[in-house]
T-cell receptor, first 113, second 112 residues
């Protein structure tokens, strides 16, 4: 009965590869997000979707492409992975549009070697 | 965009003492003020929040106080326990489709 689930939990891959992270929420929330947490623990928003519509697209390289097939799912595809992409990626959802209390997924630790 | 600062960046307290973390923001339209706790290797979790029409909210050992005039809000933890050791984030929000900016985090260490 996990509220926000992400897969995979760990991802180790070589530079230049393409990888995807999947996220699903069963809370009935309308808004979902991708956040990146670097080694210094800063949480930086990457994308936000409301009812499958992209509403926030931060200054993120276009190698990152989110997709929301429905309001319960938000996936993140990353092309041509670089060393600097290594981080923990968190999916989150909220009920009250942007800024209501977030429920985070367990995170995906991406390591690019 | 919103400027959000947290102080201190690290805090060590003896078990049983109190801890206070302050979050300063720039957007006077902010009306929702949450605090998140992130234990090592885990996800951030909402622990307490407050709306702008309330000055203080308490939940057992944790409380949040808001000073809208001065544009800051604080997390108070009393009778700290080792399990309170974590990184704490604030994330003030003004509503609508503005992005949420998280504070830079405060690492709290409770020494047994």
């Amino acid at each position: 009965d996990t509220a926000v689930s992400q897969t995979p939990k760990y991802l180790v891959t070589q530079m230049g590869n393409d990888k995807s992270i999947k996220c699903e929420q069963n809370l009935g929330h309308d808004t979902m997000y991708w956040y990146k947490q670097d080694s210094k623990k800063f949480l930086k928003i990457m994308f936000s979707y409301n009812n499958k519509e992209l509403i926030i697209n931060e200054t993120v390289p276009n190698r990152f492409s989110p997709k929301s097939p429905d309001k319960a799912h938000l996936n993140l595809h990353i092309n041509s992975l670089e060393l600097g992409d290594s981080a923990v990626y968190f999916c989150a959802s909220s009920q009250e549009g942007l800024g209501g209390g977030y429920t985070f997924g367990s995170g995906t630790r991406l390591t690019v070697v | 965009g919103e400027n959000v600062e947290q102080h201190p960046s690290t805090l060590s307290v003896q078990e049983g003492d109190s801890a206070v973390i302050k979050c300063t923001y720039s957007d006077s339209a902010s009306n929702y003020f949450p605090w998140y706790k992130q234990e090592l290797g885990k996800r951030p979790q909402l622990i307490i929040d407050i709306r702008s029409n309330v000055g203080e909210k308490k939940d057992q050992r944790i409380a949040v106080t808001l000073n809208k005039t001065a544009k800051h809000f604080s997390l108070h933890i009393t009778e700290t326990q080792p399990e309170d050791s974590a990184v704490y984030f604030c994330a003030p929000f003004s509503g609508g489709y503005q992005k949420v900016t998280f504070g830079t985090g405060t690492k709290l260490q409770v020494i047994p």
